[in-house]
């Protein structure tokens, strides 16, 4: 049985429990939720089971996105094992009843804690962005490798049906050498200046990182890499249009303000390694209504173009791409991706980072992999900053740190 510890009572941490409670309910996974750390100790009971904190906190958005699901007690994912509540990271280790952490923190924190939990010989999962700069994340990346852990990225893209079929028809050929991408949008819920998913650490610097760059970059750049390949270089510009946002109440009365330090919009062009060419974009900012890229994510080749789950060939022919998929991909292959049909992301992810432990191996979203998904997020607001175009290398190497250093020097990383 792997004994988990939670760190971060975060709007995200429902959607992971959802997905354990899947996990246990398909018979996929042994794992119990045994130590929880929030920042207080009522914020932690209000998730361990019913009655026993303040009233559970309703869900930021709506929809499908993983800051829409529901409250959840962790007596619900499993009512055998209570988990021990705790304000400090270190009374978690000292009392030692824990296998693996799962850090749900603001980014600043995930490096800190990472190596804290490494340390004591725990392996992490830690949610995206793997950490507050490129330093930041090597120094997870090393003490992984050097002490022979398991270190997996709550990244879902690579997870998700829609990349999956994506990537399986590049590789397949269906349309050729990879000629352009496009994916984004601006505007949504948070726009033009509410404080996005209630949290105001996400706009500002030293907390975030970065803006949308990075908090919606990673999951971009996740998925270019894993349908497109490796990034060669970027090339982008960054505005903030709102220097405040706002949390208003029902009546539009402001309730909280945070000064804005970050981004909250970005235009990003880049390069693949095979020479395909791609745009992404996307803002907090935007007044009206939101747009978003129609169809997206859009991936043309020199044989057609797929268009989400459509495929369109040269000749005009239109295929949906998870029908051939069903079609051509043997019955083996559905249950490696989506094992005993589960499909929600978050437990596929926790399925692959439990195994990874257990086989004391590596998850597909693992630490070297959010390394250069957060380096290519990170080479945005560097070549924004620049006023270049930026080589991803070079962000991950250190030579083109000029939008971090601030960071870096803040948390003794230079
Ligand atoms: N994969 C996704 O789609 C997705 C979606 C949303 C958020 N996230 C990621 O999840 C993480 C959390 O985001 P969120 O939106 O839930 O933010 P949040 O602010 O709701 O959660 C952060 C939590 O950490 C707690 N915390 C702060 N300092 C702490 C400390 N020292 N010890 C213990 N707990 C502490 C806070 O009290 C809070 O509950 C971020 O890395 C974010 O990027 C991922």
């Known amino acids: 049985m792997l004994r988990l510890g939670i760190v971060g009572t975060a709007r995200i941490l429902p959607s992971h429990l959802w997905g354990i409670r899947r996990l ?22 209000s998730f361990r089971q019913r009655g026993e904190g303040p009233v559970p906190r309703p869900p930021v958005m709506e929809g499908s ?34 296998d693996a952490v799962l850090l749900l923190t603001p980014v600043l924190l995930h490096h800190t804690q990472a190596l804290r939990c490494m340390e004591a ?26 002490r022979g852990l398991t270190l997996g990225v709550a990244e879902g893209m690579r997870y998700e049906r829609g990349g999956r079929l994506q990537r399986w028809a590049v590789e397949s050929g269906l349309l050729g050498r990879v000629e352009m991408m496009m994916m984004g949008g601006v505007g949504g819920p948070w726009s033009p200046d509410r404080i996005t998913a209630k949290t105001p ?48 109440d029902a009546e539009g009365r402001v309730v909280e303000r945070v000064a804005v330090d970050v981004e909250d919009t970005y235009h990003a062009l880049f390069r693949l390694r095979t020479g395909g060419v791609g745009h992404l974009a996307f803002s907090w900012g935007a007044h009206g209504e939101p747009t978003w890229w129609p169809e997206a994510p859009v991936w043309y080749g020199e044989r057609g173009v797929l268009k989400g789950q459509r495929l369109i060939a040269g000749d005009g022919t239109r295929t949906d791409l998870t029908e051939l998929a069903q079609e051509r991909l043997p019955a083996a292959q559905w249950q490696v991706w989506f094992p005993r049909d589960v499909t929600d992301s978050k437990a596929l992810q926790f399925l692959d980072f439990a195994r990874a432990v257990e086989r004391r191996g590596q998850p597909e979203a693992n630490g070297v992999e959010g390394l250069r998904e957060l380096a290519c997020a990170f080479a945005i607001v560097e070549s924004d900053q620049a006023r270049a175009a930026v080589r991803v290398e070079d962000v991950l190497s250190g030579r083109v740190d000029a939008y971090q250093r601030e960071i870096d020097q803040a948390y003794g990383l230079v």
């Open 24 to 45: 246990l309910a398909a018979g996929l996974a042994d794992v119990r939720v045994t130590a929880l750390v929030g920042r207080t100790l009522e914020g932690a009971l």
């Open 201 to 248: 650490w996400r706009h500002r610097k030293l907390e975030a990182g970065a803006g949308p760059a990075l908090d919606i970059g990673v999951h971009q750049f996740a998925h270019v890499r894993y349908v497109g390949g490796e990034v060669d270089e970027v090339t982008a510009v960054a505005a903030r249009f709102a220097p405040e946002r706002f949390d208003r």
């Open 121 to 146: 010989g725990l392996h992490v999962f830690v949610e995206k962005p793997l950490a507050v700069s490129v330093r930041a994340g090597w120094r997870m990346v090393r003490e992984a490798e050097r």
């Open 65 to 98: 996105d993983p800051l829409a699901a529901p409250h959840i007690y962790i007596s619900d994912v499993h009512p055998d094992v209570l988990p021990d509540c705790y304000t400090d990271v270190d009374a978690m280790l000292e009392r030692g009843n824990v």
